[in-house]
């Protein structure tokens, strides 16, 4: 268990010291695949490309979440600077805790791995496509447990440290909860049924255990089907 715990901080030290040139990242490629959401699990990003990219799928209307622990402080002002209003960023108490890239793009492919580049003439991109329905959903209860147990009020004090170059609306903007413009349905993370978050039924499902849907083909996607008392 010490053995495979060093892995994992050896691991997440090398990728966020990767060299910062900008990379041709295989992972643009599986961005562009996105139609309604794109949710982004980081140890850090230091691609200005990436960044970019995704500025450009939030300015078309496609919702970013981004969730990251504290070795994102190596590169939040990388993501932060002059764009912070365009994600929605949650950030984990501790370090070393994502290990690597994961991406769920609309519920129907999860994404793994990324680029590490030790040297400029060494690349290295390992990046895998899971299109598991099974396994997909499985990823995406974990990133939503992960997401909903970050309050609003420990998220914002965490936001409130990169400061000096975002502004305090910015952070302000990046800690709200999900609401019905951005997540229209909901489910029990153990449960088989749907509902329309609106309905009595949701409000019995207790906040910890949500899982929110923008709309119902994701719900579906994720195999379950909807409510008698929808």
């Known amino acids: 268990m010490f053995l495979f715990r060093l892995l994992i901080i050896f691991f997440c030290i090398t990728h966020t010291k990767a060299n910062?040139?900008?990379p041709s990242l295989k992972i643009l490629q599986y961005f562009k695949m996105a139609k309604v959401?794109?949710?982004?699990?980081?140890?850090?990003?230091f691609s200005i490309q990436l960044i970019e990219q995704l500025k450009s799928?939030?300015?078309e209307g496609i919702l970013i979440r981004i969730l990251s622990d504290r070795t994102f402080e190596e590169s939040a002002q990388n993501l932060l600077y002059d764009s912070s209003k365009n994600f929605n960023l949650k950030v984990l108490s501790s370090k070393f805790i994502i290990p690597h890239n994961i991406v769920i793009i609309d519920q129907k492919v999860v994404v793994i791995g990324g680029a590490y580049y030790p040297s400029i003439e060494n690349k290295i991109d390992h990046t895998y496509l899971i299109n598991d329905k099974n396994t997909i959903k499985k990823y995406y209860e974990s990133f939503q447990n992960l997401w909903q147990k970050i309050s609003s009020h420990d998220n914002k004090n965490r936001l409130l440290r990169f400061q000096h170059f975002i502004d305090l609306n910015s952070i302000e903007n990046n800690t709200n909860e999900p609401n019905e413009t951005e997540e229209n349905f909901v489910a029990s993370k153990n449960g088989k049924k749907y509902y329309r978050i609106k309905s009595k039924a949701a409000n019995r499902?207790?906040?910890k255990?949500?899982?929110y849907f923008q709309d119902e083909e994701?719900?579906?996607n994720s195999g379950r089907e909807r409510a008698r008392n929808f």
């Open 218 to 220: 994701q719900a579906k």
């Open 57 to 59: 799928l939030k300015n």
């Open 205 to 207: 499902i207790l906040k």
């Open 37 to 45: 959401k794109i949710d982004f699990m980081t140890p850090a990003i």
């Open 209 to 211: 255990n949500r899982i």
């Open 20 to 22: 910062q040139s900008e």
